[in-house]
């Protein structure tokens, strides 16, 4: 997303109804990790803020919340054209505000991009990262593939120009039946024939460094391709909230020191503890593909426990 503290270097997206995202909230950023506003930035870290009131102002309690909780955030609000979609593939337009109340138009390109749209189901199943187009009148586009009907977050991750990294978040809903999923722990995925494996754990408060392993057949895969601008990209939701953490891996392509794989390296810092769902963007042989993880920080997944769950 494609950017307060960050989690290290080039790189920090978790599940039930409807109305718990819409307390006051804020924005986290890259893991190199970002937690009041969330840039992308391949050198800095910045932490998820933690949301106790300690005596500070309500904007101030906001300001230290972790990104993505609420669709205002300072002085820019996500405006989406309609809060309905259809299952399927449909098309989600939205504007950013600005503090003066009219559409922002000017945004600056952060990994690649000037937009980077997540959308996922209050389950945290059917995520999806894209990026929308942007009509001269602000008014952004994207044709989003709704899989299931249910209640749905959505994240738009943003530089205006001139202003902070912002990560703003607000729900729209799928009309049918629901029928929620749960997501056991899990450290394994597999994905399109590939394996990917999560190392290191997530302790709250503090950088923790984690490890992302890419094999395809039972070999390592060492040529994986940038995509918007690394091998890489995580992203973190804390169960319950959906708590956003958008995560960059250490290094960048061609700079010299950074592999293409088979490890990604990241540097995460949560704000709580608790369940977290991860999303790794990886790119190998033109396609993208999304692996998905299960764990809890505060504790660890049992060693040697391979559950297997994937996105395609």
């Known amino acids: 997303m494609n950017t307060a503290a960050k989690l290290s270097a080039y790189g920090a997206v978790l599940a039930l109804v409807a109305g718990g995202a819409w307390a006051a909230g804020s924005a986290v950023g890259p893991f190199t990790v970002e937690a009041a506003p969330s840039g992308h930035d391949t050198s800095g870290a910045e932490g998820a803020g933690h949301g106790d009131d300690h005596g500070g102002t309500v904007a101030e309690t906001a300001q230290d919340q972790p990104a993505g909780l609420a669709s205002s955030r300072g002085g820019y609000t996500l405006a989406p054209t309609d809060t309905t979609l259809t299952t399927g593939t449909d098309s989600f337009s939205f504007r950013i505000l600005g503090p003066d109340g009219a559409a922002v138009t000017a945004f600056d390109v ?3 991009k000037r937009m980077h749209l997540i959308a996922i189901r209050r389950d945290t199943s059917g995520f999806r990262h894209v990026h929308p187009e942007m009509a001269p009148d602000g008014t952004w586009t994207v044709p989003l593939d709704v899989p299931e009907a249910g209640s749905y977050r959505v994240f738009a991750d943003f530089k205006p120009t001139g202003g902070e990294a912002t990560t703003l978040g607000v729900d729209v809903n799928a009309a049918g039946a629901y029928e929620p999923r749960t997501h056991e722990p899990s450290r394994v995925a597999e994905v399109d024939g590939y394996r990917v494996r999560l190392d290191g754990d997530l302790v709250p408060g503090k950088a923790s460094p984690v490890r992302l392993t890419v094999t395809k ?3 390592p895969v060492a040529d994986l391709q940038p995509y918007l601008a690394a091998y890489g990209h995580l992203v973190a939701l804390r169960e319950g909230d959906l ?3 958008h995560v960059h891996p250490e290094g960048a392509p061609w700079d010299g020191k950074t592999p293409a794989g088979p490890e990604i390296a990241f540097v995460a810092e949560v ?7 991860l999303f790794l963007d990886f790119r190998h042989d033109g396609v993208v593909r999304t692996a998905e993880f299960t764990v809890d920080a505060g504790g660890t997944v049992a060693h040697g ?5 994937g996105h395609g």
């Open 110 to 112: 952060e990994h690649d």
């Open 217 to 219: 057949d039972g070999a």
């Open 243 to 245: 708590a956003y953490l």
């Open 271 to 277: 704000p709580s503890a608790g369940g977290y769902r």
């Open 305 to 309: 426990e391979e559950e297997e769950h």
